[in-house]
């Protein structure tokens, strides 16, 4: 089989892509892997063909011109299609280029969802508010009514895909996502983190599809004291203020840190109480296992890796996913999340003290670690693509 993938160029949306061309190449496939430059020697070192982005922009919803773009990046790509000849091409939710390319040509296509499916029904949050579901029929019906003025982004986001659609000769969609295929959705999360719905057919969650760079190990703090991880998201908290807060809120707690601005190259700027080290980059396979706690924006990546290792988490969002990252892990009981507006040493201290007392968190975190441990989320991922491919 020749299969293509294709993903923007942030590490969170690009390392389920990484986690399911692997798996892919490692089962016989030959594989072609469309992205950011930045990844070429990580994509050709796992001895895949790379093939490097289009410098324009690949999604509707952009503001004008928009959709004229994204319809010329689709054109673009037919001769990468017409020389490689795949028999499937898995795009992720974002890169919409790809993926009016493969129907423009013909080819059977796949979503690669790296979070919750963000089809919400009419009676629930619009995604990614990170709101709780309603329990009371009425706050259901309330979250109903205001549908339509919730739904005004979708729409716009329709109409520019729709654009670019005809444009290419492609009939329009009627669906909001009209990006996600028909044929094939992975949503590469844990079921454990998705609302009770009726799934469509072609939609499988199946589990993170976990994918990590090479890193040094580092040496820990000594101590019998909980080791606390604290990650910042490098794409929404720029300013580091969650490190930042949390070292001030854990310094005098009985507990190590072990803080990352996740390749911001800041750490050294930052000082670090005696309790805690903070670095540019650590190595979530060394330290998540040891871990009793995770401090996080609520990246998906970085929730899914804690709790593949039994690990809680608090989530302090900082934007666009994270706040539905956040509520899907407290609604699963395997952490809380400390919303922006509330980040501030004391809550997260006060936060953090109430994860680390409570079994209960700890407990739901193993029980998702271990249906993780049963449930292989890329060779699932993997299957379904072949069976695709094949039809």
């Known amino acids: 089989m020749r299969a293509m993938l294709t993903s923007v160029g942030l590490a969170g949306h ?5 986690a399911l061309a692997r798996q892919l190449r490692a089962r016989g496939h030959e594989v072609l892997v469309e992205t950011s430059e930045r990844w070429r020697d990580t994509v050709e070192g796992m001895e895949m063909r790379f093939a490097p982005a289009h410098g324009i922009p690949r999604r509707a919803g952009n503001g004008a011109g928009a959709a004229p773009t994204l319809a010329h990046a689709a054109r673009s790509l037919l001769p990468t299609l017409r020389e490689f000849r795949p028999d499937v091409i898995v795009s992720d939710l974002f890169t919409l280029a790809p993926a009016l390319a493969a129907e423009a040509a013909g080819v059977p296509r796949a979503s690669l969802i790296h979070h919750p499916y ?10 990614p508010l990170g709101f709780l579901p309603p329990r009371q029929p009425l706050a ?6 205001v549908r ?24 329009g969609a009627r669906r909001f996502y009209g990006s996600i295929s028909e044929g094939l959705a992975l949503v590469a999360t844990f079921p454990q983190l998705e609302y009770p719905r009726r799934w469509p057919a072609h939609v499988h969650v199946t589990g993170p599809m976990i994918f990590e760079l090479p890193h ?9 004291e909980p080791l606390v991880v604290v990650a910042a998201s490098s794409a929404q908290d720029p300013e580091l ?35 805690a080290m903070v670095l540019d980059w650590v190595s979530y396979a060394q330290v998540m296992p040891r871990a009793s706690l995770v401090v996080c924006s609520g990246g998906h990546g970085t929730v899914a890796r804690a709790l593949a290792d039994g690990v809680p988490l608090l989530v302090s969002p900082a934007g666009a996913d994270q706040p539905e990252n956040g509520a899907r892990v407290t609604w699963a009981g395997a952490g809380l999340m400390l919303p922006g507006r509330l980040l501030g040493p ?22 998702i670690a271990a249906w993780s441990r049963r449930n292989d ?11 695709l491919a094949s039809r």
Request: no cysteine; charged share 30%.
């Open 377 to 387: 989320g890329t060779a699932r991922g993997a299957e379904l693509v072949e069976r």
């Open 140 to 145: 259901a019906g309330a979250w109903r009514a």
């Open 118 to 127: 963000p089809v919400s029904e009419p009676t629930r949050p619009s995604f």
């Open 346 to 367: 004391r809550p997260l201290r006060w936060a953090v003290r109430r994860l680390l007392a409570d079994r209960r968190f700890t407990d739901r975190a193993a029980q």
């Open 14 to 18: 690009v390392f389920p892509v990484l």
């Open 241 to 275: 203020t969650l490190v930042r807060i949390a070292l001030e809120a854990l310094q005098d707690e009985p507990v190590r840190v072990v803080a990352t601005t996740s390749g911001t190259g800041a750490a050294r700027e930052e000082r670090a109480p005696d309790n």
């Open 148 to 171: 339509p003025l919730l739904d005004l982004r979708l729409r716009r986001g329709r109409r520019e895909l729709n654009e670019a659609r005809a444009a290419l000769g492609l009939p």
């Open 216 to 224: 040094p190990e580092i040496e820990l703090l000594e101590g019998a």
